[in-house]
């Protein structure tokens, strides 16, 4: 199993302002995906990240309000731009465990309050 | 279009009662996987079991059990002599796998209180 680290752990950001989550992987990963859990909600797939490519976004996530970066196969990058309280929500990076299992590993997630 | 419905919002039982989860899912995909998940109060989500559309077979570990019927589109747990530590909200999953960019969809999940 990977084990995956996000920072930070947690926030509290202003309004207008922009946030970066680092997601770190003690293993080399060909997927990654970028998930959003808003409070007492499921999770939602914002967009799939793989390394030397751009991130696919899903339905109603756009690059410029969720830029994110893949430089290498164990490390990626979600940045919340132009947060609104609505933004408040953990953000939970995740990788694939194997292309034959289909099963994903979860960081502890980024709690991020707008205020 | 994948689809995931856990119908069940809540769930309140008393230590020691069986109690079953329900999962329904769409997919027009002849592969696919079906996954649980459980999230504590700590919240990191937790892998539970995998399935894969080929293999109907049913799965026990210690007092947890899967359910998959393709008939029915269902993938239900049930978690026997449930205790207090069973306390968490499960998600059901399921991933078009391969041909589906192994992207995930996740059920609205099912809250489980277990009450010594």
């Known amino acids: 199993s990977a084990v995956i680290s996000q920072k930070p752990s947690r926030d509290i950001c202003q309004r207008g302002t922009s946030l970066t989550i680092q997601c770190q992987v003690d293993?080399?990963?060909?997927?990654m995906f970028w998930y959003r859990q808003q409070p007492g909600q499921s999770l939602t797939l914002i967009a799939t990240?793989?390394?030397?490519?751009?991130?696919?976004?899903e339905s109603g996530f756009v690059i410029d309000k969720f830029p994110i970066s893949r430089p290498n196969l164990t490390f990626s990058t979600l940045t919340v731009s132009n947060m609104s309280p609505e933004d408040s929500s953990i953000y939970l990076c995740?990788?694939?465990?194997?292309?034959?299992?289909?099963?994903?590993?979860f960081g502890e997630g980024s709690r991020l309050t707008v205020l | 279009a994948q689809k995931v419905t856990q119908a069940q919002t809540e769930i309140s039982v008393v230590e020691k009662e069986d109690v079953t989860l329900d999962c329904v899912y769409e997919t027009r995909d002849t592969t696919y996987y079906l996954f649980w998940y459980k999230q504590p109060p700590s919240g990191e989500l937790v892998f539970l079991i995998r399935r894969n559309s080929f293999d109907e077979q049913n799965e026990i570990s210690g007092r947890y059990s899967w359910n998959f019927q393709k008939s029915t589109s269902s993938f239900n747990f049930t978690i026997t002599a449930s205790q207090v530590v069973d306390s968490a909200v499960y998600f059901c999953a399921l991933s078009g796998g391969w041909a589906g960019g192994f992207k995930t969809i996740f059920g609205a999940g099912t809250r489980l209180f277990v009450k010594a």
């Open positions: 995740s990788v694939l465990a194997g292309l034959d299992t289909g099963e994903l590993f």
């Open positions: 990240a793989n390394q030397g490519s751009e991130a696919t976004y």
């Open positions: 293993s080399q990963v060909t997927m």
